[in-house]
């Protein structure tokens, strides 16, 4: 064996080890979300020593910016994270597919019918692997995304004391208060996915990285 050969194997194998510690660490917070109610409100303090300096900037700011960083990691890992490429043209591939099955039985070409169940299983099973790939490196990136989600929970929290105001500016609707529940929800959640739309739109636009 080559040393190039000897590193990309290293290379590989620490790619792989770092995987998995990263998907393991995406599954410990979300069970221990489950378990520990508090535990959504102590992994937000733990990220507010990372993010507090944008806890300087007026509340609104600060969720459109975690709100651009969480779509454009998202962008990224469809991008670049594998597994997604070609997924359009295998579903329209698999559509032809049934028609021609179809097509073969009515005619009795019970060959043919059985040559494109035999591609159309093929596709299925690479779609699946796909779909697999990309789930994992969505896990990969919660990493990052539920504790930055978790920021933003405990900075509105009041009785963390973050922000001296209690309420955010949201566009066409003026002052609301942080405590404030719209369509059952926090004023802020409702920011935030209103900030996450065109930041997701934008940032897959940027990327490509549309199916």
């Avoid at 290293?10 to 520990?36: C, H, P, Q, W």
């Avoid at 109610?37 to 806890?55: E, K, R, S, T, W």
């Avoid at 040559?115 to 699946?128: H, P, Q």
């Avoid at 739309?197 to 940027?206: E, G, L």
Wanted: glycine share 6%; net charge negative.
């Amino acid at each position: 064996m080559s040393d190039e050969e000897d590193g990309n194997g290293s290379l590989e194998k620490f790619k792989s080890t770092f995987e998995k510690i990263l998907l393991f660490l995406a599954i410990l917070m979300f069970i221990s979300i489950v378990i520990n109610p508090d535990f959504f409100d102590q992994l937000g303090g733990a990220a507010h020593n990372v993010l507090y300096p944008i806890a300087n900037l007026p509340i609104e700011i600060s969720i459109l910016i975690v709100a651009m960083v969480t779509s454009a990691l998202s962008s990224v890992a469809q991008k670049f994270g594998g597994g997604m490429e070609g997924q359009k043209d295998k579903q329209e591939r698999l559509k032809e597919l049934n028609d021609e099955i179809m097509e073969a039985k009515e005619r009795g070409n019970d060959k043919r019918a059985s040559d494109l169940k035999k591609e159309r299983n093929e596709i299925t099973r690479e779609m699946m692997g796909s779909m697999g790939k990309q789930f994992k490196k969505m896990a990969y990136i919660l990493v990052i995304t539920i504790p930055m989600f978790a920021w933003i929970y405990y900075v509105t929290d009041p009785a963390n004391a973050v922000y001296e105001a209690t309420s955010m500016l949201m566009p066409f609707i003026g002052e609301v208060d942080l405590s404030v529940r719209i369509w059952v929800m926090p004023a802020w959640l409702i920011w935030y996915f209103v900030c996450s739309m065109p930041a997701s739109q934008i940032s897959r636009k940027v990327a490509n990285a549309g199916i």
